[in-house]
């Protein structure tokens, strides 16, 4: 009887709450998954059921492929992302480093500077930064948004970095002093390789932020070949028509699967780097 | 990087300039400055340069491809007088109020359910973070699928288990649109809560518990005595930055709603987007822009100097 009653117990305060928010936290993904597999006499019809295939069929991921550019979207997505994180974590940690490890005049005011810039939302810089990315005539070019993406990705990797530098006891590093080496080796070969972790974590949430990115690419990139992702899909799939959405579908899922492979690897670096310095969202 | 080969330089031959050269790199203050400049200088030249350029144009009557004129606080006067401005006031107060404390409840009551010991536990965690990884723009649309006026599975869900007798436009009606806005992004934003709620519940003692339970306490009184007092930073910490990007929220609104209908789900930012990049009034739309400055400075303050104290 007893563990009867410890079962309903744990229904009621795990189980049962666990599947709701499983449920409720992927079933747009199911959603996503399903209706990108369907055809279209199943999506545009009030009759049938529509939480499952009935008929599944490829045919939005062959058009999708085939009549759209998300090819040249996903590559455009995957090069920003790659130059912007390399971009961003260099110049964060070296940031992060003279902060969090030594002393020199002005450090105050720079920690309080990249704290401010962390949190200076997009929205209050973007039409200026319009204005001056025209000016440098970079429209249309990807150069656009690899100049603007590491504004939002360099402060958060330094915050987020300057913990882990902060973590290295400073005997290791004297002691490779004391044996003759340059700060910039003791840096390299003794703070660095021991911060693997946060340099991880800092690069996989640069990767995923610059994947997410909306609304620089969304101004700077008005022309379909150098579009990413996330703006070809919303201002290319969505059309007048409205028999779209099989491959609407199909390019959201699509465009999801790079951030999620990564995320699935390297799941406790993620979280790491979230609990860390909370985060941009 | 141009400090590199210098300081790997073996010990100079002749103690002339290379070992000054070195030692003058080997100074704290130069090498700390030598490694923050190229960070420094990018972040001046297009964080702190835009923000007060920002500044600039919404004193001017400026439109693309043509000279500003100054015009003073024009901007912010016709603003003020505008009844869409202060709508959009309301719409990110209500936007940002609303979603904040859902996400904070759903993301403690996440959090607290996690934090049982249950096998799959760390699969569980990875999935529940999944709305939060993923592209927004990308699973916004699936939510637009999810709310299509015709298609809308809720409105499936609803008619077939008798609930209601004939669907609802979710994206059409004005409050229906802002309460389906405030419901997609509690659903994104909820896991953030939950798993940084997470690692604070995790440097919870198990001894603190035990005691609290020997001295007879419920659950309701260790939730409220042992729990929270120690969450608190986290809680203030994550609840802070969660408002401050919510404020600034833009593709979540612009992919579902684009700040319809009839401007009922507006907020500074797609305000601002309209105004700036699609009219072309860059000078209004950098007032509209900077109109959040006050509420969104008094949060930044009030955060910089808790992260410093803690």
Same mark, same amino acid.
């Given at each position: 009887?007893?563990?009867?009653? *410890?079962?309903?117990?744990?229904?009621?305060?795990?189980?049962?709450?666990?599947?709701?928010?499983?449920? /409720?936290?992927?079933?747009?993904?199911?959603?996503?998954?399903?209706?990108?597999?369907?055809?279209?006499?199943?999506?545009?019809?009030?009759?049938?059921?529509?939480?499952?295939?009935?008929?599944?069929?490829?045919?939005?991921?062959?058009?999708?492929?085939?009549?759209?550019?998300?090819?040249?979207?996903?590559?455009?997505?995957?090069?920003?992302?790659?130059?912007?994180?390399?971009?961003?974590?260099?110049? @964060?940690?070296?940031?992060?480093?003279?902060?969090?490890?030594?002393?020199?005049?002005?450090?105050?005011?720079?920690?309080?500077?990249?704290?401010?810039?962390?949190?200076?939302?997009?929205?209050?810089?973007?039409?200026?930064?319009?204005?001056?990315?025209?000016?440098?005539?970079? @429209?249309?070019?990807?150069?656009?948004?690899?100049?603007?993406?590491?504004?939002?990705?360099?402060?958060?990797?330094?915050?987020?970095?300057?913990?882990?530098?902060? $973590?290295?006891?400073?005997?290791?590093?004297?002691?490779?002093?004391? *044996?003759?080496?340059?700060?910039?080796?003791?840096?390299?070969?003794?703070?660095?390789?021991?911060?693997?972790?946060?340099?991880?974590?800092?690069?996989?949430?640069?990767?995923?932020?610059?994947?997410?990115?909306?609304?620089?690419?969304?101004?700077?990139?008005?022309?379909?070949?150098?579009?990413?992702?996330?703006?070809?899909?919303?201002?290319?799939?969505?059309?007048? *028509?409205?028999?779209?959405?099989?491959?609407?579908?199909?390019?959201?899922? /699509? @465009? $999801?699967?790079?951030?999620?492979?990564?995320? $699935?690897?390297?799941?406790?670096?993620?979280?790491?780097?979230?609990?860390?310095?909370?985060?941009?969202? | 990087?141009?400090?590199?080969?210098?300081?790997?330089?073996?010990?100079?031959?002749?103690?002339?300039?290379?070992?000054?050269?070195?030692?003058?790199?080997?100074?704290?203050?130069?090498?700390?400055?030598?490694?923050?400049?190229?960070?420094?200088?990018?972040?001046?030249? #297009?964080?702190?340069?835009?923000?007060?350029?920002?500044?600039? %144009?919404?004193?001017?009557?400026?439109?693309?491809?043509?000279?500003?004129?100054?015009?003073?606080?024009?901007?912010?006067?016709?603003?003020?007088?505008?009844?869409?401005?202060?709508?959009?006031?309301?719409?990110?107060?209500?936007?940002?109020?609303?979603?904040?404390?859902?996400?904070?409840?759903?993301?403690?009551?996440?959090?607290?359910?996690?934090?049982?010991? #249950?096998?799959?536990?760390? %699969?569980?965690?990875?999935?529940?973070?999944?709305?939060?990884?993923?592209?927004?723009?990308?699973?916004?649309?699936?939510?637009?699928?999810?709310?299509?006026?015709?298609?809308?599975?809720?409105?499936?869900?609803?008619?077939?288990?008798?609930?209601?007798?004939?669907?609802?436009?979710?994206?059409?009606?004005?409050?229906?649109?802002?309460?389906?806005?405030?419901?997609?992004?509690?659903?994104?934003?909820?896991?953030?809560?939950?798993?940084?709620?997470?690692?604070?519940?995790?440097?919870?003692?198990?001894?603190?518990?035990?005691?609290?339970?020997?001295?007879?306490?419920?659950?309701?009184?260790?939730?409220?005595?042992?729990?929270?007092?120690?969450?608190?930073?986290?809680?203030?910490?994550?609840?802070?930055?969660?408002?401050?990007?919510? #404020?600034?929220?833009?593709?979540?609104?612009?992919?579902?709603?684009?700040?319809?209908?009839?401007?009922?789900?507006?907020?500074?930012?797609?305000?601002?987007?309209?105004?700036?990049?699609?009219?072309?009034?860059?000078?209004?739309?950098?007032?509209?822009? %900077?109109?959040?400055?006050?509420?969104?400075?008094?949060?930044?303050?009030?955060?910089?100097?808790?992260?410093?104290?803690?």
């Amino acid at each position: 009887m007893v563990g009867g009653r *410890d079962f309903f117990a744990r229904l009621r305060r795990l189980y049962l709450p666990l599947a709701v928010f499983v449920v /409720l936290g992927l079933f747009p993904f199911y959603w996503m998954l399903i209706t990108s597999i369907k055809p279209n006499r199943e999506l545009y019809s009030q009759k049938i059921m529509p939480l499952v295939v009935h008929q599944p069929t490829l045919k939005h991921y062959v058009d999708l492929l085939t009549e759209t550019n998300f090819l040249t979207w996903t590559y455009n997505t995957m090069l920003v992302a790659v130059v912007t994180t390399v971009i961003s974590v260099v110049l @964060g940690t070296m940031i992060a480093y003279p902060l969090a490890r030594l002393r020199f005049p002005g450090a105050a005011v720079v920690a309080i500077g990249v704290a401010a810039t962390y949190l200076v939302p997009q929205p209050l810089l973007f039409i200026p930064m319009a204005d001056i990315i025209n000016r440098l005539e970079l @429209g249309n070019t990807l150069t656009a948004v690899m100049l603007t993406y590491p504004t939002l990705l360099i402060p958060f990797s330094a915050w987020l970095l300057m913990g882990y530098f902060k $973590s290295v006891p400073r005997e290791l590093e004297e002691a490779a002093r004391i *044996d003759g080496a340059s700060r910039w080796q003791a840096m390299t070969r003794i703070v660095l390789p021991l911060c693997t972790p946060g340099l991880l974590s800092a690069g996989i949430f640069a990767f995923t932020l610059a994947q997410n990115e909306f609304l620089y690419a969304l101004i700077f990139l008005a022309k379909s070949e150098v579009r990413t992702v996330p703006i070809g899909v919303v201002t290319e799939l969505i059309r007048g *028509d409205v028999f779209y959405w099989g491959q609407l579908m199909a390019g959201a899922l /699509l @465009g $999801s699967i790079p951030v999620a492979i990564i995320y $699935s690897f390297f799941v406790d670096y993620y979280v790491a780097g979230l609990t860390a310095g909370a985060v941009k969202s | 990087m141009a400090v590199g080969p210098a300081s790997i330089a073996r010990p100079a031959p002749v103690a002339g300039r290379p070992a000054t050269m070195r030692g003058l790199i080997e100074r704290e203050g130069v090498f700390s400055w030598l490694m923050l400049a190229p960070g420094v200088l990018f972040l001046l030249a #297009f964080v702190a340069y835009p923000f007060f350029y920002g500044i600039f %144009l919404s004193l001017e009557d400026r439109r693309v491809a043509s000279e500003g004129v100054f015009v003073g606080l024009a901007n912010f006067r016709t603003l003020a007088n505008d009844a869409v401005f202060w709508q959009v006031v309301r719409n990110t107060f209500m936007y940002v109020c609303v979603t904040t404390i859902l996400k904070l409840a759903g993301g403690l009551a996440m959090a607290l359910v996690i934090n049982q010991q #249950f096998r799959g536990r760390n %699969l569980a965690r990875a999935f529940l973070l999944l709305p939060f990884i993923v592209p927004t723009a990308l699973s916004t649309v699936a939510w637009m699928w999810i709310l299509d006026p015709t298609f809308s599975v809720v409105n499936w869900l609803l008619v077939h288990g008798g609930i209601i007798s004939s669907g609802y436009s979710w994206l059409g009606n004005a409050s229906l649109a802002m309460w389906s806005l405030i419901v997609v992004n509690t659903w994104r934003g909820t896991p953030f809560y939950g798993i940084t709620l997470l690692a604070g519940l995790q440097t919870i003692s198990p001894d603190l518990y035990e005691a609290a339970a020997i001295d007879g306490a419920s659950t309701t009184q260790r939730f409220l005595w042992v729990t929270l007092p120690v969450i608190k930073p986290v809680l203030i910490i994550v609840t802070m930055f969660s408002v401050i990007f919510t #404020f600034g929220d833009f593709q979540l609104i612009y992919a579902l709603t684009h700040g319809g209908p009839a401007n009922a789900t507006h907020v500074f930012s797609t305000l601002a987007f309209d105004i700036g990049m699609s009219a072309g009034q860059l000078g209004m739309g950098a007032a509209v822009a %900077l109109s959040i400055l006050p509420a969104l400075a008094a949060l930044i303050v009030v955060l910089t100097i808790y992260l410093r104290r803690e």
